[in-house]
């Protein structure tokens, strides 16, 4: 079945330095890409989105390109802040409209 | 716009008691989901309805969790007996409808975190 990795946390940073979380996925057919976001104490966020191969999804400094040939929509970020802190999922929707969700990476920025 | 709403926001009982939660979902919203998120897990969807019907439910565990969405609009879940394994936050999710690229997003409510003890 249609699954995602994402790599594994946490990941911490200091303020201002670049951001990269990785994510692929196996899937049949032309899935949609998603990352959400989920803060503290709060319900998941949609962070961004793509639709088709090439298109790149972005919102508040964040990044992430479709890449079919490498199956891959890696999360980019030039500049975190120390709200940036959160944990971010990938997710796609399989042929059924179904999210499916990788476990999740946790993000810790510090001042 | 109001958000998807959920309560209670968390909820604490002894394994074998009975629970439900409650979603209202965006307003015009013709697809409701309900997601387990286990502790350091991405969520997983459990029951899927288009209106007042099922799409999927292949990830329900029958015997124990019914879901139902009365009126094509609230929903309700349920679990009944509780097991100490269904300790996870319980989301809501509603999206416009499935299949068309532009309205494909699902929206989120802020969860309901469960306790079975």
């Known amino acids: 079945g249609d699954s995602v990795t994402q790599m594994e946390g946490p990941v911490t940073l200091s303020e201002e330095a670049f951001l990269t979380i990785n994510c692929t996925y196996t899937?049949?057919?032309?899935?949609?890409l998603f990352w959400y976001v989920q803060y503290p104490g709060e319900g998941l966020q949609l962070l961004l989105k793509?639709?088709?191969?090439?298109d790149k999804g972005s919102n508040k400094g964040f990044e992430a390109t479709y890449r079919k040939e490498t199956t891959s929509f890696h999360l980019e970020k030039g500049s975190v802040q120390v709200s940036d802190s959160a944990v971010y999922f990938c997710?796609?929707?399989?042929?059924?409209?179904?999210?499916?969700f990788g476990s999740g990476t946790r993000l810790l920025v510090r001042p | 716009e109001a958000g998807v709403a959920q309560s209670p926001r968390y909820k604490i009982i002894e394994k074998r008691q009975s629970v439900a939660f409650w979603c209202n979902p965006i307003?015009?919203?013709?697809?409701l989901y309900w997601y387990q998120q286990i502790l350091g897990q991405g969520p997983k969807l459990l029951i899927q309805?288009?209106?007042?019907?099922?799409?999927?439910d292949s990830q329900l565990p029958k015997d124990r969790f019914s879901a139902e969405r009365l009126k094509g609009v609230d929903s309700t879940l349920k679990i009944q007996p509780a097991k100490l394994e269904d300790s996870a936050v319980y989301l809501c999710?509603?999206?416009?409808?499935?299949?068309?690229?532009?309205?494909?997003?699902?929206?989120f409510g802020p969860g309901t975190r469960l306790t079975v003890l």
């Open positions: 999710a509603s999206s416009l409808y499935p299949g068309q690229l532009s309205t494909d997003t699902q929206y």
């Open positions: 899937a049949t057919g032309y899935p949609s």
């Open positions: 793509a639709t088709k191969a090439d």
């Open positions: 997710a796609l929707t399989d042929s059924s409209y179904k999210l499916i």
């Open positions: 307003s015009g919203h013709a697809t």
């Open positions: 309805f288009q209106n007042n019907g099922v799409v999927d």
